[in-house]
């Protein structure tokens, strides 16, 4: 074929041309370490590439609210630690203080120190985070949750509100717990009821608070009992129990409630509708005890209640200590009642703390599959990407010398 | 003697012309679209002499052009395809890199933008947290804004570049008309030889115009040649050159013209190929397509995540407010034809990234054209103005008056999102990252819960319909749910309430009966005339027959004396009472109703065994059914709080007759985030494309769109480059000129030439012996 000058001298420019091209390529790709550069070197991997970026960065961000709810929670958990330390020491004042033989000074002195514990209870209960956030508030952050007003009890200012933080996807966890949960709503008495002294008792019965021995037949009718102390046909004192709802239960109908009552034996049980409890002392006939299904008390209050039974002067009338002593009793039972839920609350703590663990290494795995997807879809090998760069240079310099060698004949330089 | 003389200075010249020829072509060896030319040489017609015909030398037959117009017209042909790949390739390529960079790619600030609202989460009494929430949301904003003015930039290069491509074709179409009368008048002149080196010039000019439109070409007898361009658009006809132009056209769009002697038309649609073609074709193919796209993913993100925001409630207690402002629909009328229409957003997962036209139909109707598919609807206003259609693509139109048939409109809907964008909320303390509505059990002044049972209410959330004011929340008054105990929770009681004394034996023998749930509870046998039987004598009865009813698992409790007596089974179930009574007067009542004498059953299965929770606020107040028996796991329950509004939350576990939760304004909640969390949770859903494709999808799609077409464009510009290379060889190796050729030639002209010479020295030679002879 015949070949114009013009043409082959631009041949061989445009194959050098073409050359420099592919090396510049290259070079790009080791520059900038990635093989896609822009959406058209690779259009499906260039929106891989944004999903796996932002999958990446929202990776990051619930490691970051990991972190926060972990802060958090290690908070929560020092302080119900601290809480239930401080309990501890409460309880074993309550235990000393239900020992009959102390004076009114030992028991004074005791109750000094349950209000110090009773204030340093209050203050954990008011702890704040390093935002400044109240712990125990619920929602309400900025307001002091808990409060004592005027009248002696303990108020909750906060609300019911449980934050969450998303630490996955999927999955988000509760940050903190609301005070009202964790202080305020414990039942009182032993969580099923309570048994209190009627205040005009004049014998020195303690009664203990008894339990739920046989819990279907105990819920079967919920009712208040009363069980009162009377003189029997035999001239002893004994004791009928009398349900609101089903009427006389002890002695069991038809026999008469006063005449048949069982005698009291001190140290004995009684048992009904699925109670079970016992006294000490001696009752004088008229005594009575009631037995209320629980309320919700605060655990301050049942510390309080403490304090007030402590501070009350028992002097030489044995009635009043009777008094004290069965309110010991159930304050005591109510701080075990703190003691457990607050264990229960520390053991939801510690298990979302697990979970806040494990979410975290799992979001780190992912992370480093992302990466490496995402390594893979865009960034060029590099070793490979250099034999590519050494394989265009000789190209390069190939085309650059035949286009030199080629340039020199010319027919004109034989004339 | 002379023959030898003239044919040795014929031969002079033929080589003389030859050299020059060959001189001539060396010297345009660079010339662009040169023809390598060549004598022809013929000898001259012979002497007849005596037996036969003696030459008569050399003469110059014709110089030649060597050119192939099959060749040339198929250089023309890929110029004019490469030149269109490579000018959208440039074009293209811009986006391309627009987007591919990090920093101006909308990628980093929309996750930067949620990162922000889940800092906000995890502190949302911060106000530092809400102040940098606002700023990436204003960053996100900008971006939005940046890219979609680097559009409008890259819109205004399209149109310089029509500009320049025109200007050029009209020098291009004069010069050639030019030139074409130059031809026809040095055809004329030379009796029929072809003027070489115009030709050359006229193809190379020719040639250029290929590369910004495509051209056709047909030869006329005299030598000119008439040109179009497109599909046919006349561009130079003989020495009369057509005028383009660009023009912009009420929807904002370039569009081109051509104007000759006459008439002035628009040929964009015929304009498909060159340069020229290039810059309209990426105009409507890419540049419009990307903008509306990127304006639908602004407007579904702003309304999206407003939706949420409105739902929520500020440190303030504001609700309802929305976070971005929301771009809107444009309308471009025809040449000024008046404005009948206005467009809203109704749903903005089904928006498309199309334009629309409307045309008017006369009468009541509209058509509405959706411009990538063609795909028409046509609205029917039923006689009535203004008329808001139905949705349409996720938009509605609001046509307010009939306009003059043919009236045409664009509608543009998505195009404006991101210049519209916004950000409202300048204030930290109104990010709405709280719930408005939280949920307590009821408590006591001291905090404390007065619920006896374990049951548990959810944090309620509150819906609305989409684009009404919500004047629900905050709530007027608390809405408090009281729970009344399932028959089967507490007991299956039924009261006997006042058992009366007032039954009265008249003779003796009259019985009085108390039979619950076939055990005779109670029974009494007249002993003669006024032996009633009294409240006092029940009582003792039923004392009597307690063990009897115990066993058989009743109970029951009140007395007669006190006027209430309640029978209950200790499982719950239903059972009947029957009352018989043969003495005059009344038995006793059952809920407070005197019986008549004779027997009288109350059936307890009437009574209702369901628990119910009631509540009075918000009007007209109403009970929600509840059964812990079967429902403990969980029951969800919606309260209208209006036509609009409802709020919804879930009850759990076994409340006691009494109970009550609260569903109340959450005043003073610096830390809540259950708002924050739903904003945080938009990221990764899927409400944009009819619910395809989360935010950052609707972005990756874009990015895809345009990458792939710019990949596609590239490998065809590849492909074509070849192929022009092609044909350019082509051209080269028919018509180029090989300066080895050219020596071999000269060499070759420059022997004859001195042979030729030689000749003359010859004839000399020969005169001059016949001179001597005859001297």
Same mark, same amino acid.
């Given at each position: 074929m015949r070949v114009s000058t013009n043409f082959y001298v631009q041949r061989g420019l445009n194959n050098i041309l073409d050359q420099q091209y592919k090396l510049a390529e290259v070079q790009e790709q080791i520059a900038s370490g990635k093989r896609l550069n822009r959406p058209s070197d690779d259009p499906t991997g260039a929106t891989q590439v944004l999903r796996l970026e932002q999958a990446m960065s929202t990776t990051d961000q619930f490691q970051r609210n990991s972190d926060y709810a972990r802060n958090r929670l290690t908070l929560e958990e020092a302080t119900l630690k601290n809480v239930q330390d401080s309990l501890l020491r409460v309880r074993e004042i309550a235990v000393q203080g239900a020992n009959s033989t102390l004076s009114d000074t030992d028991r004074y002195a005791l109750a000094q120190e349950v209000s110090e514990r009773l204030k340093e209870l209050v203050g954990l209960a008011n702890t704040r985070d390093a935002n400044q956030e109240y712990l125990f508030a619920g929602y309400k952050v900025n307001t002091q949750p808990f409060t004592q007003a005027s009248d002696g009890t303990y108020i909750y200012s906060g609300d019911h509100g449980e934050r969450s933080l998303q630490i996955s996807t999927g999955r988000q966890i509760q940050d903190s717990d609301a005070g009202n949960d964790v202080f305020m709503n414990l039942k009182n008495g032993n969580g099923a009821f309570q048994?209190?002294?009627?205040?005009?008792?004049? @014998?020195?019965?303690?009664?203990?608070?008894?339990?739920?021995?046989?819990?279907?037949?105990?819920?079967?009718?919920?009712?208040?009992?009363?069980?009162?102390?009377?003189?029997?046909?035999?001239?002893?004192?004994?004791?009928?129990?009398?349900?609101?709802?089903?009427?006389?239960?002890?002695?069991?109908?038809?026999?008469?409630?006063?005449?048949? &009552?069982?005698?009291?034996?001190?140290?004995?049980?009684?048992?009904?509708?699925?109670?079970?409890?016992?006294?000490?002392?001696?009752?004088?006939?008229?005594?009575?005890?009631?037995?209320?299904?629980?309320?919700?008390?605060?655990?301050?209050?049942?510390?309080?209640k403490l304090v007030t039974a402590l501070e009350m002067p028992t002097a030489s009338v044995g009635v009043n200590e009777s008094e004290a002593l069965n309110l010991i009793n159930q304050s005591l039972v109510e701080i075990d009642n703190a003691f457990e839920n607050i264990t229960q609350v520390r053991t939801s703590v510690g298990a979302r703390l697990k979970t806040i663990d494990d979410q975290v290494s799992v979001n780190e795995s992912y992370k480093i599959e992302l990466q490496s997807t995402l390594s893979n879809i865009r960034d060029v090998d590099i070793a490979e990407a250099a034999v590519e760069l050494q394989s265009r240079l000789v190209a390069l310099e190939a085309a650059q010398q035949s286009y030199a060698r080629v340039q020199g004949l010319n027919l004109f330089d034989f004339i | 003697m002379s023959s030898i003389l003239n044919s040795a200075i014929?031969?002079?010249?033929?080589?003389?012309?030859?050299?020059?020829?060959?001189?001539?072509?060396?010297?345009?060896?660079? /010339?662009?679209?040169?023809?390598?030319?060549?004598?022809?040489?013929a000898s001259n017609n012979p002497q007849r002499i005596g037996p036969g015909y003696v030459g008569r030398g050399v003469t110059v037959d014709d110089i030649t052009r060597i050119a192939d117009d099959f060749v040339i017209s198929q250089l023309r042909v890929s110029t004019t395809s490469t030149s269109?790949?490579?000018?959208?390739?440039?074009?293209?390529?811009?986006?391309?890199?627009?987007l591919a960079d990090a920093d101006t790619g909308l990628s980093p600030s929309l996750q930067n933008f949620f990162a922000a609202v889940q800092d906000v989460n995890d502190l949302p009494s911060s106000v530092t947290a809400r102040q940098v929430m606002i700023s990436e949301a204003q960053s996100l904003v900008e971006r939005f804004q940046f890219l979609d003015q680097r559009l409008t930039s890259l819109g205004d290069e399209v149109r310089n570049m029509l500009n320049e491509d025109v200007a050029t074709i009209n020098n291009l179409a004069n010069a050639i008309a030019n030139i074409n009368s130059r031809i026809v008048e040095a055809t004329g002149l030379a009796g029929g030889a072809p003027p070489n080196d115009l030709l050359d010039?006229? =193809?190379?000019?020719?040639?250029?115009?290929?590369?910004?439109?495509?051209?056709?070409?047909?030869?006329?007898?005299?030598?000119?040649?008439?040109?179009?361009?497109?599909?046919?658009?006349?561009?130079?006809?003989?020495?009369?050159?057509?005028?383009?132009?660009?023009?912009?056209?009420?929807?904002?769009?370039?569009?081109?013209?051509?104007?000759?002697?006459?008439?002035?038309?628009?040929?964009?649609?015929?304009?498909?190929?060159?340069? %020229?073609?290039?810059? %309209?074709?990426?105009?409507?193919?890419?540049?419009?397509?990307?903008?509306?796209?990127?304006?639908?993913?602004?407007?579904?993100?702003?309304?999206?995540?407003?939706?949420?925001?409105?739902? @929520?409630?500020?440190?303030?207690?504001?609700? =309802?407010?929305?976070?971005?402002?929301?771009? /809107?629909?444009?309308?471009?009328?025809?040449?000024?034809?008046?404005?009948?229409?206005?467009?809203?957003?109704?749903?903005?997962?089904? %928006?498309?990234?199309?334009?629309?036209q409307l045309v008017y139909n006369g009468g009541n109707t509209y058509t509405l054209t959706r411009l990538t598919d063609n795909k028409t609807t046509t609205i029917d206003t039923g006689g009535s103005w203004p008329y808001t259609s139905a949705d349409i693509d996720g938009f509605n139109l609001t046509l307010s008056t009939a306009g003059s048939v043919g009236d045409q409109y664009i509608v543009r809907p998505t195009m404006a999102g991101s210049t519209g964008m916004s950000v409202l909320i300048s204030d930290p303390r109104k990010l709405a990252v709280a719930a408005p509505l939280k949920a307590s059990a009821a408590?006591?002044?001291?905090?404390?819960?007065?619920?006896? @049972?374990?049951?548990?209410?959810?944090?309620?959330?509150?819906?609305?319909?989409?684009?009404?004011?919500?004047?629900?929340?905050? %709530?007027?008054?608390?809405?408090?749910?009281?729970? /009344?105990?399932?028959?089967? &929770?507490?007991?299956?009681?039924?009261?006997?309430?006042?058992?009366?004394?007032?039954?009265?034996?008249?003779? @003796?023998?009259?019985?009085?009966?108390?039979?619950?749930d076939g055990i005779t509870a109670f029974s009494y046998t007249a002993g003669g005339a006024g032996d009633d039987v009294t409240a006092a004598e029940i009582d003792a009865g039923l004392l009597a027959n307690a063990g009897a009813l115990n066993a058989a698992g009743i109970i029951y409790s009140g007395s007669a004396v006190g006027g209430d007596l309640q029978f209950s089974r200790v499982d719950g179930a239903s059972f009947d009472i029957d009352v018989t009574n043969t003495m005059t007067g009344t038995a006793g009542g059952f809920a407070g109703a005197d019986l008549a004498t004779g027997t009288n059953t109350v059936n307890n299965g009437s009574v209702a065994v369901a628990g119910s929770f009631s509540y009075t606020s918000p009007a007209p107040g109403g009970t929600l059914a509840y059964d812990p028996a079967t429902e403990n796991a969980g029951k969800s329950f919606t309260i209208a709080l209006n036509a609009n509004e409802s709020v919804t939350f879930t009850i759990s576990g076994f409340p006691q007759d009494g109970d009550a939760f609260s569903i109340s304004n959450n005043n003073g909640a610096a830390g809540d985030n259950r708002n924050g969390l739903l904003l945080g949770a938009l990221q990764n859903m899927q409400t944009l494309i009819n619910g395809t494709a989360s935010y950052q999808d609707a972005y990756g799609q874009i990015v895809a769109e345009v990458g792939a077409r710019t990949r596609q464009t590239e490998i065809s510009s590849q492909a074509l480059e070849v192929l022009k290379q092609q044909a350019f060889e082509a051209r080269e190796s028919v018509s180029g000129v090989n300066l080895d050729e050219e020596a071999a030639n000269m060499l070759r002209f420059q022997q004859s030439y001195s042979a030729a010479a030689q000749m003359i020295t010859v004839a000399d030679n020969l005169f001059n012996s016949l001179i001597d002879a005859v001297r």
């Open positions: 048994i209190t002294a009627n205040g005009a008792n004049t @014998g020195d019965t303690i009664i203990n608070q008894g339990q739920v021995i046989d819990p279907a037949s105990y819920s079967a009718t919920p009712q208040d009992y009363t069980i009162s102390f009377v003189t029997n046909g035999n001239g002893n004192v004994g004791y009928n129990v009398v349900g609101s709802v089903d009427g006389q239960i002890i002695p069991a109908p038809p026999l008469d409630a006063t005449l048949d &009552a069982p005698d009291y034996v001190s140290g004995a049980t009684i048992q009904f509708n699925g109670v079970e409890t016992g006294f000490n002392g001696t009752p004088q006939p008229g005594d009575s005890f009631a037995v209320t299904a629980s309320t919700n008390e605060s655990m301050f209050s049942s510390v309080q | 014929s031969g002079l010249l033929a080589s003389q012309r030859s050299l020059s020829t060959v001189s001539h072509n060396i010297s345009n060896v660079n /010339t662009e679209g040169y023809s390598r030319q060549r004598v022809e040489l269109e790949a490579d000018a959208f390739l440039q074009l293209a390529s811009r986006l391309d890199n627009m010039q006229r =193809d190379q000019m020719i040639l250029e115009l290929s590369e910004l439109v495509s051209v056709n070409t047909i030869p006329q007898n005299d030598g000119s040649v008439n040109v179009f361009i497109g599909k046919g658009q006349p561009l130079v006809i003989g020495n009369q050159p057509s005028k383009i132009g660009v023009s912009e056209t009420y929807d904002g769009h370039y569009e081109v013209t051509i104007t000759d002697k006459y008439f002035s038309s628009v040929i964009s649609d015929s304009i498909t190929s060159g340069s %020229l073609g290039a810059a %309209l074709s990426f105009q409507s193919e890419m540049l419009e397509p990307a903008r509306n796209a990127l304006g639908r993913m602004a407007i579904g993100l702003a309304e999206t995540f407003n939706d949420q925001h409105r739902l @929520g409630m500020s440190l303030d207690g504001d609700v =309802d407010t929305p976070f971005f402002k929301v771009g /809107t629909p444009t309308i471009y009328g025809l040449n000024g034809a008046p404005t009948v229409a206005s467009a809203a957003i109704t749903d903005v997962s089904s %928006l498309t990234d199309s334009d629309y408590t006591d002044a001291t905090g404390t819960s007065t619920n006896l @049972g374990n049951a548990l209410i959810s944090e309620p959330t509150t819906t609305r319909t989409d684009g009404v004011a919500m004047l629900g929340v905050p %709530l007027a008054a608390d809405i408090d749910l009281t729970f /009344t105990a399932p028959a089967a &929770a507490v007991q299956n009681d039924s009261a006997l309430s006042g058992i009366h004394s007032t039954s009265v034996a008249t003779g @003796g023998g009259e019985e009085y009966t108390i039979v619950v």
